[in-house]
């Protein structure tokens, strides 16, 4: 669709360097705001309710801006970096990037693992396909609120889960109370959560692939395993990298499932960075909220980009 | 924090935010509010907001001032408890105020902090006719920030029946609630003392009491330094840690709506907890159930003395208020002792003005409210600084540990006090 530069003129200079002058040929008639004038509107959303709050946060976050300054925000002083070592010393700050770090390692993995298994069973050809593609992902379109709630009665004390576990004969857990169990718990409703959107991302993935370069293997000899191995899983590595993204942005700012499932508890255990920088926005601490928030942005960068180096398909 | 650079980050910060005020439409602009009342009706319309249960049962209520002042409208928008502080924080921010609200005492400092209130005008009201603790949290600097339109007042309630038919008496000091519970169990209750597990702001209001019944205290006696780790409050500390170690209270026990269930059952039997629970109960197993099974007595003794955790709510104008004015005289017409006698009536919570205690016929003489009524007198408030909030909610964190036994009291107050000191009083 991009238009071809067309060489108009070119000669050689007498230091022996070709030099070529571009023109962009354009459309008969489009003038050159048209395009802009299309992607105006989006743009002048984003400008008031993303781009400009952004670089206000931006700008607070290396200021001491609190509740004190409300009615008069020009009161907040500049302290320049002070504000994000505040924050990177904060000991529940650090306490809470350790929390994150265990719930990204924990769900990560295993929501990509699951969505790619289920991925492979729907696209072998099962039989209620549309049935189950649209009952693995019914969770990613389930309200969080309410879904959490249901968890929260279920591993209640003295609820289904635990009054089944004590029928059988196994006795009852503390789930949501007990530090080792609260954990797997908020991790298990965010994989619940998120195993959706891996699986159909991975099976449209998976038909992508043309079906040729998987005959000629089998015609090679190739094994079922040798041909997920040889073939499907190195031609994935786009999808892979796509779902492996999404899917860190979303465990590493982890929130709601904390926050609905376990208060932050037991002893702390699972309050994200995330939930930390709610508190401080509670508190009345904006500009320490701010700063949290740009540091979870910049761990969430630094990591998408190390993903990209090393899952960058290779040419 | 360090100030540098001032005039430049003024400049910035100047730019900003008159994109941010363009944006939210509005500045305000802080007329100081009004220097006197007359005693001509309300007239206007009157935007209040009101969290909790209160800000529902207002409006039903609020219709006899209504009646009184015919010129006027009374608006009550109710919120939330627990997002009345953030829309009030946001109002401010953005100049949109409404002309009154209710906040409650346990965080209305860091509100007093926002410098959105009004004081209260001179002459007003009489401070003389309001508990002297209750009006002395309202007040900053001399300045009255609000006024104190009801008390609460944490006491020890218990299933007197049960505590009858097996002959066990009512804790009068600390050693007498393990000897309570001890005697409990025996009767097959295997928790019976319930002590507040969310581990949060509610946790260090159990801890403010405990460490005044043990000569300590949370804070200076100046407001201006954090003293959570003195003998006297690890001593405290302990003492309600035990009470989890020793195997009385659960570590995960019953939550703010769980008690009447749980009392109900007989699954625990014994709480500080607040004058709202023979209700509570009375609507889960029938009326009269509370006055025939509850008893109530001023919290167990410690070394020094009974005292109880006591807070409550309060009425303030802003100082954006479009219509100060009939605010104000509505906040007079809600502390008068007739009227604060009726709102006791409509909805239970104890009057601040000490006459409504003498002209309500049940106040004066429903025997659950006597020990509430001692303990009001002696009662303590939470420390009065805007960063209570952080810290108390920072300490219940803390005070987690010493319930699950994972660290000691010493240990769990020595960490608070760090963390205390880093966040501050706020008032500073």
Same mark, same amino acid.
Request: glycine share 10%; charged share 15%; net charge negative.
């Given at each position: 669709?991009?238009?071809?530069?067309?060489?108009?003129?070119?000669?050689?200079?007498?230091?022996?360097?070709?030099?070529?002058? @571009?023109?962009?040929?354009?459309?008969?008639?489009?003038?050159?705001?048209?395009?802009?004038?299309?992607?105006?509107?989006?743009?002048?959303?984003?400008?008031?309710?993303?781009?400009?709050?952004?670089?206000?946060?931006?700008?607070?976050?290396?200021?001491?801006?609190?509740?004190?300054?409300?009615?008069?925000?020009?009161?907040?002083?500049?302290?320049?970096?002070?504000?994000?070592?505040?924050?990177?010393?904060?000991?529940?700050?650090?306490?809470? @990037?350790?929390?994150?770090?265990?719930?990204?390692?924990?769900?990560?993995?295993?929501?990509?693992?699951?969505?790619?298994?289920?991925?492979?069973?729907?696209?072998?050809?099962?039989?209620?396909?549309?049935?189950?593609?649209?009952?693995?992902?019914?969770?990613?379109?389930?309200?969080?609120?309410?879904?959490?709630?249901?968890?929260?009665?279920?591993?209640?004390?003295?609820?289904?889960?635990?009054?089944?576990?004590?029928?059988?004969?196994?006795?009852?857990?503390?789930?949501?109370?007990?530090?080792?169990?609260?954990?797997?718990?908020? #991790?298990?409703?965010?994989? $619940?959560?998120?195993?959706?959107?891996?699986?159909?991302?991975?099976?449209?993935?998976?038909?992508? /692939?043309?079906?040729?370069?998987?005959?000629?293997? #089998? /015609?090679?000899?190739?094994?079922? $395993?040798?041909?997920?191995?040889?073939?499907?899983?190195?031609?994935?590595?786009?999808?892979?990298?796509?779902?492996?993204?999404?899917?860190?942005?979303?465990?590493?700012?982890?929130?709601?499932?904390?926050?609905?499932?376990?208060?932050?508890?037991?002893?702390?255990?699972?309050?994200?960075?995330?939930?930390? /920088?709610?508190?401080?926005?509670?508190?009345?601490?904006?500009?320490?909220?701010? #700063?949290?928030?740009?540091?979870?942005?910049?761990?969430?960068?630094?990591?998408?980009?190390?993903?990209?180096?090393?899952?960058?398909?290779?040419? | 924090?360090?100030?540098?650079?001032?005039?430049?980050?003024?400049?910035?910060?100047?730019?900003?935010?008159?994109?941010?005020?363009?944006?939210?439409?509005?500045?305000?602009?802080?007329?100081?509010?009004?220097?006197?009342?007359?005693?001509?009706?309300?007239?206007?319309?009157?935007?209040?907001?009101?969290?909790?249960?209160?800000?529902?049962?207002?409006?039903?209520?609020?219709?006899?001032?209504?009646?009184?002042?015919?010129?006027?409208?009374?608006?009550?928008?109710?919120?939330?408890?627990?997002?009345?502080?953030?829309?009030?924080?946001?109002?401010?921010?953005?100049?949109?105020?409404?002309?009154?609200?209710?906040?409650?005492?346990?965080?209305?400092?860091?509100?007093?902090?926002?410098?959105?209130?009004?004081?209260?005008?001179?002459?007003?009201?009489?401070?003389?006719?309001?508990?002297?603790?209750?009006?002395?949290?309202?007040?900053?600097?001399?300045?009255?920030?609000?006024?104190?339109?009801?008390?609460?007042?944490?006491?020890?309630?218990?299933?007197?029946?049960?505590?009858?038919?097996?002959?066990?008496?009512?804790?009068?000091?600390?050693?007498?609630?393990?000897?309570?519970?001890?005697?409990?169990?025996?009767?097959?209750?295997?928790?019976?003392?319930?002590?507040?597990?969310?581990?949060?702001?509610?946790?260090?209001?159990?801890?403010?009491?405990?460490?005044?019944?043990?000569?300590?205290?949370?804070?200076?006696?100046?407001?201006?330094?954090?003293?959570?780790?003195?003998?006297?409050?690890?001593?405290?500390?302990?003492?309600?840690?035990?009470?989890?170690?020793?195997?009385?209270?659960?570590?995960?026990?019953?939550?703010?709506?769980?008690?009447?269930?749980?009392?109900?059952?007989?699954?625990?039997?014994?709480?500080?907890?607040?004058?709202?629970?023979?209700?509570?109960?009375?609507?889960?197993?029938?009326?009269?159930?509370?006055?025939?099974?509850?008893?109530?007595?001023?919290?167990?003794?410690?070394?020094?003395?009974?005292?109880?955790?006591?807070?409550?709510?309060?009425?303030?104008?802003?100082?954006?208020?479009?219509?100060?004015?009939?605010?104000?005289?509505?906040?007079?017409?809600?502390?008068?002792?007739?009227?604060?006698?009726?709102?006791?009536?409509?909805?239970?919570?104890?009057?601040?003005?000490?006459?409504?205690?003498?002209?309500?016929?049940?106040?004066?003489?429903?025997?659950?409210?006597?020990?509430?009524?001692?303990?009001?007198?002696?009662?303590?408030?939470?420390?009065?600084?805007?960063?209570?909030?952080?810290?108390?909610?920072?300490?219940?964190?803390?005070?987690?540990?010493?319930?699950?036994?994972?660290?000691?009291?010493?240990?769990?107050?020595?960490?608070?006090?760090?963390?205390?000191?880093?966040?501050?009083?706020?008032?500073?």
């Amino acid at each position: 669709m991009t238009p071809s530069p067309t060489i108009v003129s070119g000669e050689l200079a007498p230091t022996g360097q070709l030099s070529v002058s @571009v023109k962009r040929t354009s459309r008969v008639g489009v003038p050159p705001w048209v395009p802009w004038a299309f992607v105006a509107p989006f743009l002048a959303l984003f400008t008031i309710f993303v781009a400009i709050p952004a670089l206000i946060a931006l700008v607070a976050s290396f200021t001491d801006v609190g509740v004190k300054n409300l009615r008069n925000l020009l009161s907040a002083n500049f302290v320049g970096f002070d504000t994000f070592a505040d924050v990177l010393g904060n000991t529940e700050f650090q306490r809470s @990037v350790a929390n994150t770090a265990q719930l990204v390692l924990l769900t990560v993995p295993i929501t990509m693992a699951i969505g790619f298994a289920l991925a492979i069973v729907l696209d072998s050809g099962l039989k209620q396909r549309g049935f189950y593609r649209a009952a693995f992902y019914l969770p990613v379109v389930t309200n969080i609120v309410g879904a959490a709630m249901i968890w929260r009665y279920a591993f209640a004390n003295s609820g289904v889960i635990n009054s089944m576990l004590e029928n059988v004969g196994i006795g009852a857990q503390d789930w949501l109370s007990d530090p080792a169990l609260a954990v797997p718990m908020v #991790a298990s409703l965010g994989i $619940w959560r998120n195993i959706g959107i891996a699986m159909i991302l991975f099976l449209a993935g998976l038909q992508s /692939i043309p079906t040729e370069l998987r005959e000629a293997a #089998a /015609i090679d000899g190739a094994g079922y $395993w040798r041909t997920m191995f040889g073939i499907t899983i190195p031609l994935m590595r786009p999808t892979t990298l796509l779902v492996s993204v999404l899917l860190l942005i979303f465990f590493i700012s982890i929130f709601e499932e904390p926050l609905l499932l376990t208060r932050g508890g037991p002893l702390g255990s699972t309050k994200s960075i995330s939930y930390w /920088i709610y508190d401080q926005f509670g508190y009345g601490n904006f500009s320490d909220a701010l #700063a949290g928030s740009f540091v979870l942005l910049m761990i969430v960068g630094v990591i998408s980009f190390i993903q990209f180096r090393v899952l960058r398909p290779k040419t | 924090m360090k100030i540098t650079s001032r005039r430049s980050s003024q400049a910035i910060v100047a730019g900003l935010a008159i994109v941010a005020l363009t944006l939210t439409g509005c500045a305000g602009n802080g007329t100081a509010g009004v220097s006197s009342i007359d005693d001509a009706p309300a007239t206007g319309v009157v935007e209040f907001w009101a969290g909790g249960s209160e800000g529902e049962a207002l409006p039903e209520f609020i219709k006899q001032f209504e009646a009184e002042n015919p010129e006027v409208t009374v608006n009550v928008t109710a919120i939330p408890a627990g997002e009345l502080d953030a829309k009030l924080i946001a109002a401010i921010v953005a100049g949109t105020v409404p002309d009154m609200v209710f906040t409650y005492t346990q965080t209305q400092r860091s509100i007093f902090n926002t410098g959105g209130l009004a004081p209260m005008p001179e002459g007003l009201l009489n401070p003389d006719d309001f508990f002297e603790a209750a009006w002395d949290s309202n007040t900053i600097d001399g300045e009255t920030l609000a006024v104190p339109w009801y008390v609460y007042a944490l006491v020890f309630y218990y299933r007197k029946d049960l505590a009858e038919q097996y002959g066990i008496a009512a804790p009068t000091t600390w050693e007498g609630v393990r000897e309570f519970a001890q005697a409990f169990q025996a009767q097959g209750v295997k928790k019976p003392i319930v002590l507040s597990t969310s581990y949060d702001q509610f946790s260090s209001e159990d801890l403010v009491a405990f460490s005044a019944q043990n000569g300590g205290s949370l804070l200076s006696a100046d407001n201006t330094t954090w003293t959570l780790n003195t003998p006297e409050n690890v001593a405290a500390l302990e003492y309600w840690g035990s009470l989890f170690t020793d195997g009385y209270a659960a570590t995960v026990g019953p939550d703010f709506m769980g008690m009447a269930p749980s009392f109900s059952a007989a699954e625990s039997v014994g709480a500080n907890y607040g004058q709202w629970f023979p209700s509570f109960l009375d609507e889960a197993n029938g009326a009269g159930w509370s006055a025939e099974n509850m008893g109530t007595v001023i919290p167990p003794a410690g070394p020094a003395g009974s005292f109880s955790a006591i807070g409550g709510g309060s009425l303030a104008v802003l100082k954006d208020a479009a219509n100060p004015e009939a605010a104000w005289k509505l906040v007079r017409w809600m502390s008068s002792a007739a009227t604060q006698s009726d709102w006791f009536d409509a909805f239970g919570n104890l009057p601040t003005v000490a006459e409504a205690w003498t002209l309500n016929s049940t106040i004066a003489s429903d025997t659950l409210l006597d020990a509430v009524k001692a303990a009001v007198a002696t009662g303590t408030y939470g420390p009065q600084v805007p960063n209570w909030t952080e810290v108390s909610n920072m300490l219940g964190a803390q005070m987690e540990k010493v319930a699950r036994g994972t660290a000691t009291a010493q240990e769990a107050l020595d960490e608070a006090q760090t963390q205390a000191e880093a966040i501050g009083t706020g008032a500073e």
